[in-house]
T-cell receptor, first 114, second 113 residues
Framework: KAGVTQTPRYLIKTRGQQVTLSCSPI?????VSWYQQTPGQGLQFLFE???????NKGNFPGRFSGRQFSNSRSEMNVSTLELGDSALYLC?????????????FGPGTRLLVL | GENVEQHPSTLSVQEGDSAVIKCTYS??????FPWYKQELGKGPQLIID?????GEKKDQRIAVTLNKTAKHFSLHITETQPEDSAVYFC????????????FGSGTRLSIRP
């Protein structure tokens, strides 16, 4: 079974631009969560989607948004990029029939904001 | 707020020796505790997990113990090998109306040949 895939793997943007990252979960998984990983803050939860609905959201500004499609694929968008948005963005999927399901991570998208 | 503390931040052990990483969580409502291994350039990979109704779980050279009273859990790696070198993260999940996972700060494990 294929794992979680994320595209693109690397991205360079400039301040003020916006970016869209894509995540394809493991087949059959209905929950997709997004995380930001930085050396200073570690792994921080952004949001979770289940059946096209945002089920939970972390403490990030409204510039960070996401959505999930009917095939469970998910995208996250960051508008008006800031230097501090440079990070590894990780997507994780789970069956999520119940809470606390095991999450499986993709390889991440490394975003550099100049 | 919810918090997970992880220690040590770096750990170096001789190949063949054991490594232990410890985590403490703040919210007694936590009921699921996964451990992830992250190698350079890759996303975190689940290596073992434990639920709150279990005190210990073992999978070959890896084991996790949970002490709910003290609110801490530990990862034990025995007979360490060079491929065990990576960053390890503990996490705690609150199985509530908000499915939220809080990660520890990570432990960089180095195996000396």
């Amino acid at each position: 079974k294929a794992g979680v895939t994320q595209t693109p793997r690397y991205l360079i943007k400039t301040r003020g631009q916006q970016v869209t990252l894509s995540c394809s979960p493991i087949s059959g998984h209905r929950s997709v969560s997004w995380y930001q990983q930085t050396p200073g803050q570690g792994l921080q939860f952004l949001f979770e989607y289940f059946s096209e609905t945002q089920r939970n959201k972390g403490n990030f500004p409204g510039r960070f948004s996401g959505r999930q499609f009917s095939n469970s694929r998910s995208e996250m968008n960051v508008s008006t990029l800031e230097l501090g948005d440079s990070a590894l963005y990780l997507c994780a999927s789970s069956l999520a029939d119940t809470r606390g399901e095991t999450q499986y991570f993709g390889p991440g998208t490394r975003l550099l904001v100049l | 707020g919810e918090n997970v503390e992880q220690h040590p931040s770096t750990l170096s052990v001789q190949e063949g020796d054991s490594a232990v990483i410890k985590c403490t969580y703040s919210d007694s409502a936590s009921n699921y505790f996964p451990w992830y291994k992250q190698e350079l350039g890759k996303g975190p990979q689940l290596i073992i997990d434990i639920r709150s109704n279990v005190g210990e779980k073992k999978d070959q050279r890896i084991a996790v113990t949970l002490n709910k009273t003290a609110k801490h859990f530990s990862l034990h790696i025995t007979e360490t090998q060079p491929e065990d070198s990576a960053v390890y993260f503990c996490a705690a999940i609150w199985d509530s109306s908000a499915s939220k996972i809080i990660f520890g700060s990570g432990t960089r494990l180095s195996i000396r040949p």
